[in-house]
């Protein structure tokens, strides 16, 4: 038996290993996604955002007055405070959009008038999409966009990312790529966010952190990434004579490739058929969707690697009319939720995350004196 001076060695990256039991969401190598216990075509067919937020906060979907108190409980707490606003403005307008919302709620760790952790962490739910929103906007001087009463969820951080009309066939698009950006489970930020809660940190300061592993184009900037590689390209008919010459220069081709998934996300396959869809119904120019079909046919004739997520909602949100910087804020918007739900998991049986590492540098060194030291 292996004991704590006797430390296991792992692959790097933690692939393949299991730190913890969890209950809200599993992937798996064959293309499976489950919500607590929901295959994720059945709640992307079915459900609605704010329903597949409950479940995964609470390990079931909600009854009809279940739902109606959730909604209002996110309803009531949308409102940002206009100090936290007002500093967010001061970042000024070269401020990262993901560096605005986690210095945003940073302040709200100090700001919000919530006292229990519950009310915390629903304030955090309702006040993400607002701060995702405006995260490109308010740091450079420009008009708030707020909250709408009436509308879901998914309908409100919608009309506040753009001003272009969108159908209702649109918007439940929209709502379903929000819910398959919900959760994953133990990706970089969850896990981020885990560590912290261990710790016995409060919600804010997980979230800070989870949005500071966001950031990063090997987690939630990728969808952003994966837009510009797209309207770099812009005609199918190139897709492989770019991809030749990324493969020749050792560059990354972002939006393919994942972690657990290696014949297919099942979540790319969910999005790329909204798209078809909702550039069909438009009657218009699907230029879009066959770059996107070529470049997933050539990638996969040349390495046999898949979409992921990021590659399919990412043109969604671009034929939505939704700036791109705004995306990986969008993906916070979501994720918030999921966060939230693994926060409260490490905290059913919390033990203070803290791996040990392999020292491999120098030892038995004797201090020299500065003005003796050479380079």
């Given amino acids: 038996m292996t004991d704590a001076s006797d430390p296991v060695k792992v692959h790097r990256g933690l692939a393949g290993v299991s730190v913890t039991d969890t209950r809200i969401s599993r992937s798996d190598v064959d293309g499976s996604l489950v919500y607590r216990g929901y295959p994720i075509w059945e709640i992307a067919t079915n459900a609605g955002f704010e329903e597949t937020a409950y479940l995964i906060l609470n390990g079931n979907l909600p009854t009809g007055s279940q739902l109606e108190s959730f909604t209002e409980g996110l309803r009531k707490r949308g409102e940002v405070p206009p100090k936290v606003l007002r500093i967010m403005r001061e970042l000024g307008r070269d401020a990262d959009p993901i560096d605005a919302i986690r210095t945003a709620v940073s302040a709200l760790g100090s700001l919000d008038s919530e006292k229990d952790l519950l009310g915390k962490q629903m304030s955090l739910e309702a006040k993400m999409s607002v701060l995702a929103a405006n995260s490109h906007r308010v740091p450079r ?59 016995l940190a409060d919600p804010y300061a997980a979230a800070s952190a989870g949005l500071a592993s966001l950031k990063g184009p090997l987690h939630g900037g990728a969808n952003e990434a994966a837009m510009e590689m797209l309207l770099s390209v812009k005609d199918p008919a190139k897709a492989g004579e770019f991809l030749q010459a990324a493969f020749k220069e050792k560059r990354k081709i972002v939006g393919f490739g994942h972690r657990v998934y290696k014949e297919f996300d099942p979540r790319a396959r969910l999005c790329k058929e909204y798209l078809r869809e909702m550039l069909a119904r438009r009657g218009r120019d699907d230029t879009l969707y066959r770059l996107c079909d070529a470049m997933e046919s050539e990638m996969w004739k040349a390495k046999r690697i898949p979409p992921n997520l990021d590659f399919y909602a990412a043109p969604i949100f671009y034929s939505l009319g939704i700036e791109v910087p705004l995306y990986t804020p969008i993906f916070a918007a979501c994720r918030i939720f999921g966060w939230m739900a693994h926060y409260n998991e490490q905290l059913e049986n919390n033990k203070l995350i803290r791996p040990d590492s392999t020292y491999v540098g120098l030892s038995g060194l004797k201090y020299v004196p500065i003005q003796d030291r050479s380079l």
Avoid at 189 to 197: G, L
């Fill in 141 to 199: 001087g420009e008009a708030l966009r707020t909250r709408k009463s009436g509308l879901r969820f998914s309908d409100n951080l919608l009309q506040m990312l753009t001003t272009k009309e969108a159908t209702e066939y649109e918007r439940r698009v929209f709502e379903r790529v929000m819910m398959l950006y919900l959760e994953h489970d133990l990706n970089a930020s969850s896990f981020t966010v885990r560590v912290v809660a261990s710790t």
